[in-house]
Every structure is written in structure tokens, then in C-alpha cells.
């Protein structure tokens, strides 16, 4: 019963330094997403993906880039950290576009 | 003027007591409407779906005003465990994917 994982939990970067996140899905999802999420700011969507090898800009999407190499896996990408990314990272998939999210339990991320 | 907004809180009240919180949207066209739940450094989960006619969950009972633009939960007979973070989310169009909107959240404190 695994839902959405999200790998990994914690992560401390140097600015400058590259990391991928990792985001899988069981439920046979069509969509996911990823989100930041900061202090008084609610959640705001990175990228998105509506199928297996789609992949679309959200509301924040500069400095990060992903992947849907399979309809399971979504992989958000950092190439150069920076401060301003240090950030608390969900996950989710939902089946259709406007139905319920799942989320994965989140990574925290610091950049130094 | 932030798509959605909410009180952020936090609002303190004792066990038994009912509360309500109010979230407005600036999208007249949005057509989905949302409460998820977020506890402390977890990931959010849904509460409810808000319909245009309300709905009830047994303590909880969601509310949608079109005309002013707002969407509201009540919670009856508090309990401890109702201790979180509460989002308001809103899909502002069909198809419109990419926008699914989070308020920043408003938080609950239930105190026996």
C-alpha cells in the first residue's frame, strides 16, 4: 500500500552542488506533480505531467527541471542549488486533472 | 490579490468548541473547490470536496458561495485531533490542469 514515495526525506546541498529528487507512484496515476512548499506561501507547482513522457512548466519552475521517462516515475531535477530553494518538496499524482492529490510525505531541502 | 486566500490563523480553541474558517477565491470561472488537512511537517491530505450545494462529513460541513466568491468549513464538537493546518484549494477551469490553486493554509489549535 505504498501510495507515492518520495526519495529522499532530507538533503543538504552547497550552492552550486546538483541533485535529482525522485517521485514513484503505484496507483497507476496519469498525473503528477511536483510542489514547493515555503512559510506563508501554500504550496506552488514546479512542473507538472499529464502522461508517461509529457512534461509542462508550472508556477515556479525556473532553476528546476524533470523527467517522465515512465508513467510510474516523476524526477525533479536541480542543476545548480541555490539559497532561494531551500524549500520543504511534495510529490503527488492524482488520476484525473481536478480529482484528489496524493501526496508523498515531502523532502527537505536545504541549500547552504 | 493572491488567487486564494485564507486566515492564517492560528485559531485557538478549546475541545467541543465549532469553528469556522473562510477561504475566497479571485477566479469567478474556478470550477472545483477543495479542503485538505496538513499536520506538522506531513504532507496534506484531502478532507473534502466542497459542492455547490455544501456537503457534510459528520463534524465537518464545507460550503461554497459563488456569488461572493468564498469557500468555508465548519468543524463541530472539536476535538484534539483536529489540530492542524487547514488548505483551501480551487481549480480555476476546466482542463486547466496546471492551476490547481492552494491557499497558505489556516491553522488550528483545539486545547482541552
Known amino acids: 500500500n505504498a501510495g507515492v514515495t518520495q526519495t529522499p526525506k532530507f538533503r543538504v546541498l552547497k550552492t552550486g552542488q546538483s541533485m535529482t529528487l525522485l517521485c514513484a507512484q503505484d496507483?497507476?496515476?496519469?498525473?503528477m506533480y511536483w510542489y514547493r512548499q515555503d512559510p506563508g506561501m501554500g504550496l506552488r507547482l514546479i512542473h507538472y505531467?499529464?502522461?508517461?513522457?509529457?512534461?509542462a512548466k508550472g508556477e515556479v519552475p525556473d532553476g528546476y527541471n524533470v523527467s517522465r521517462l515512465k508513467k510510474q516515475n516523476f524526477l525533479l531535477g536541480l542543476e545548480s542549488a541555490a539559497p532561494s530553494q531551500t524549500s520543504v518538496y511534495f510529490c503527488a499524482s492524482s488520476s484525473q486533472a481536478n480529482e484528489k492529490l496524493f501526496f508523498g510525505s515531502g523532502t527537505q531541502l536545504s541549500v547552504l | 490579490r493572491k488567487e486564494v486566500e485564507q486566515d492564517p490563523g492560528p485559531f485557538n480553541v478549546p475541545e467541543g468548541a465549532t469553528v469556522a474558517f473562510n477561504c475566497t477565491y479571485s477566479?469567478?470561472?474556478?470550477?472545483?473547490f477543495f479542503w485538505y488537512r496538513q499536520d506538522c511537517r506531513k504532507e496534506p491530505k484531502l478532507l473534502m470536496s466542497?459542492?455547490?450545494s455544501g456537503n457534510e462529513d459528520g463534524r465537518f460541513t464545507a460550503q461554497l458561495n459563488r456569488a461572493s466568491q468564498y469557500i468555508s468549513l465548519l468543524i463541530r464538537d472539536s476535538k484534539l485531533s483536529d489540530s492542524a493546518t487547514y488548505l483551501c484549494?480551487?481549480?480555476?477551469?476546466?482542463?486547466?490542469?496546471?492551476?490547481?490553486?492552494f491557499g497558505a493554509g489556516t491553522r488550528l489549535a483545539v486545547h482541552p
Open positions: 505531467s499529464v502522461g508517461e513522457g509529457t512534461t
Open positions: 477566479n469567478s470561472a474556478s470550477q472545483s
Open positions: 466542497v459542492y455547490s
Open positions: 496507483m497507476n496515476h496519469e498525473y
Open positions: 484549494v480551487v481549480f480555476p477551469m476546466i482542463g486547466g490542469y496546471n492551476k490547481l490553486i
